[in-house]
């Protein structure tokens, strides 16, 4: 613990001391302030500030003035500073997760300061948070690449979707039935007996990495939910002794932007996903199909766990989340992108090497899950629940409990299942393809699309000081945005 003492400076303003250390002048502490302001060097224009440690905030004013435009967030090492934080937009503290409440877009043109003599004075708190904020920033960086990539592969995907979509359900929430998510970590493999023993008595969900495994041990869910748009995620849905040909009586909630085969679409009946922020909406409802909204999240899990926590108020039962990379296979078998990659095993390139590839370079993503698991609390971490054959799991998921399937069996709730009814649709298909292409000829004119389509263009944009490259960079968006449209139209 720091000790904080308040003092007043010789001009009468206050001043402060952390461990006998001044953070501020002990003469003159708001022109120390402005000539700390002054002194900042920018070449961009940041749409926020985040300082670390401001103390009294004598700095914020000075911020305002020179950055007119900007939010201010200032981080503070303690809380005896919080009297003077109503100059902050918002205010952190070195716990808190700045990725995930500021979000990519931001901290990719967000200015990240310090005040000076709070480095000196919280040395160890300034080095563990500015290695938080270069994390944060270079997670966002991925992100936005990621996204700059995916980004009209998941547009073409949700047209795609509203085009091809035949038999659309609509679900509604009843009671206090139990849910169990089936993901497709090692220790699922420890439940399917359990499953197969306990599967009359709750709604069960399959991720598509964990339909084989069930299928194949003659389990059928309630759902199969799916919401990556990878190449990867489709796979999952087509494999040996699923045939999708012909209607096989699965019911699936897939994401509009995500991939799967086509005829999926076509002969099975499925639940819409859409975010809140997706474009996809935009085409569903030109298609007069509604939709269920769902979470984005890094990972599969995440959203299939809001999304179960909306249907019911009973529990949710994770099986195979094991948030870690292990010795050997990283997915309960069978595994259908492991039946399609051991194919192509041989003697220079082997089984032992591909798998080891894996575990540790899945390493990094996973511990991204985990935590974000971990940081959840109220409702969430109070309902849902890690449940195995007592598995000994590398890694606990912070307040959510790990249970074991006797733990199931005495506190199990037989509540009404969630209700799944057929919903309508207009039965002429070129009627709605018409809709869609009006609703995408209306998007690709709007900034949301742009903003959607090329997330780093409008970011280099937005941080731009030069009206030349400011110029310059819109027609750059204008031109890609007429490709994609002539792009996108070839699906129809």
């Known amino acids: 613990m720091h000790s904080v003492e308040f003092l007043q400076a010789v001009n009468g303003e206050e001043t402060s ?17 402005q000539t700390f302001v002054s002194s900042i060097q920018c070449t961009y224009k940041p749409s926020s500030i985040l300082i670390l ?50 979000g990519e877009e931001e901290l990719c043109s967000c200015l990240t300061l310090s005040w000076p003599p709070s480095d000196k004075i919280f040395t160890e708190e300034s080095s563990i948070v500015w290695k938080n904020v270069k994390e944060a920033v270079l997670k966002a960086r991925d992100v936005l690449y990621t996204r700059s990539y995916f980004s009209k592969r998941w547009l073409k995907n949700s047209i795609i979707f509203a085009a091809r979509i035949k038999n659309p359900l609509v679900i509604k929430k009843r009671g206090k039935c139990d849910i169990i998510i089936a993901a497709s970590g090692p220790s699922l493999k420890s439940s399917i007996p359990f499953i197969k023993k306990f599967r ?41 002794g699923l045939n999708l040909s012909e209607p096989t009586g699965l019911k699936f909630a897939l994401c ?15 639940l819409p996903l859409a975010y809140p922020d997706s474009l996809g909406r935009n085409f569903l409802e030109a298609a007069g199909i509604k939709d269920f909204e769902a979470q984005r999240n890094g990972t599969v899990s995440g959203t299939a766990a809001i999304f179960a926590l909306n249907l019911t108020e009973g529990n949710v039962y994770f099986c195979g989340l094991d948030q870690a990379a292990t010795k050997g296979f990283q997915h309960c078998q069978p ?74 069996e005495q506190k199990q709730c037989r509540g009404d299942f969630p209700l ?51 110029a310059k960079i819109l027609n750059e968006i204008s031109k890609k945005t007429r490709d994609f449209l002539r792009q996108a139209k070839r699906i129809f």
């Open 17 to 33: 001391s952390v461990d006998g250390k001044f953070l501020h002048s002990k003469y003159n502490p708001l022109r120390e302030a």
């Open 335 to 408: 595994n259908a992108l492991e039946e399609l990659n051991c194919a192509k095993d041989f003697r220079l390139s082997t089984k032992e090497s591909r798998t080891s590839s894996s575990r540790f370079n899945s390493d990094g993503s996973l511990k991204i899950y985990r935590e974000w698991f971990s940081s959840q609390g109220g409702d969430f971490s109070t309902r849902v629940k890690r449940l195995s054959d007592n598995y000994d799991f590398a890694f606990g998921l912070g307040k959510i409990q790990d249970v074991n399937w006797q733990y199931f």
């Open 256 to 270: 509009c932007e995500g991939a799967f085969p086509a005829r999926i679409l076509e002969k099975n009946q499925v």
């Open 420 to 470: 799944i009814e057929k919903a309508e649709i207009d039965g002429k298909a070129a009627r709605r393809n018409e809709k869609i292409k009006e609703c995408l000829d209306s998007l690709c004119e709007s900034q949301a699309v742009q903003k959607e389509l090329f997330p780093l263009e409008k970011i280099l944009y937005g941080r731009s000081l030069d009206e030349y490259k400011k």
């Open 200 to 240: 009359e008595s709750f709604f069960l969900i399959s991720l598509s990495s964990a339909l084989m495994p069930l299928v194949k041990n003659g389990i059928m869910p309630d759902l199969v939910l799916s919401s990556d748009g990878g190449y990867w995620a489709k796979r999952h849905l087509d494999f040996a």
């Open 53 to 102: 440690e401001p103390g009294l905030s004598y700095c914020g004013r000075f911020l305002k003035e020179r950055f007119p435009d900007a939010k201010l967030y200032a981080l503070h090492y303690t809380k005896d500073f919080l009297k003077n934080d109503s100059v902050w937009d918002r205010v952190f503290f070195p716990d808190s997760d700045i990725f995930f409440s500021l």
